[in-house]
């Protein structure tokens, strides 16, 4: 690579990491990951679970209560573990 088209790239890299650092506050995380671990488990429990529902639809925040709801009413043991992760 040419010296030139090298320190082009190191800049573009460097003003990318920058600008993607952001600083969550903890509660704010906690909440993305529990979004993201109800939408993994309304996909993964959906066929015993959730199969009156859309198949694609998406899980926001308030839709928590409901999905720890039917894991816990439909599911099997391993549906019941999930729940109760989620309602930590």
């Not at 010296?3 to 573009?12: D, G, M, Q, T, V």
Request: aromatic content about 12%; some cysteine; hydrophobic content about 35%.
């Amino acid at each position: 690579m040419s010296p030139a088209l090298n320190k082009h790239l190191s800049r573009i890299g460097r003003k990318g990491g920058l600008r993607s650092r952001r600083r969550l506050e903890s509660e704010t995380a906690r909440g993305m990951v529990r979004i993201r671990e109800a939408r993994r488990a309304y996909r993964r429990f959906y066929a015993t679970c959730f199969w009156f529902r859309d198949p694609g639809y998406l899980v926001t925040a308030d839709d928590i209560p409901w999905v720890v709801d039917g894991l816990q009413k439909y599911g099997n043991r391993e549906a019941w573990e999930t729940a109760a992760r989620l309602c930590r």
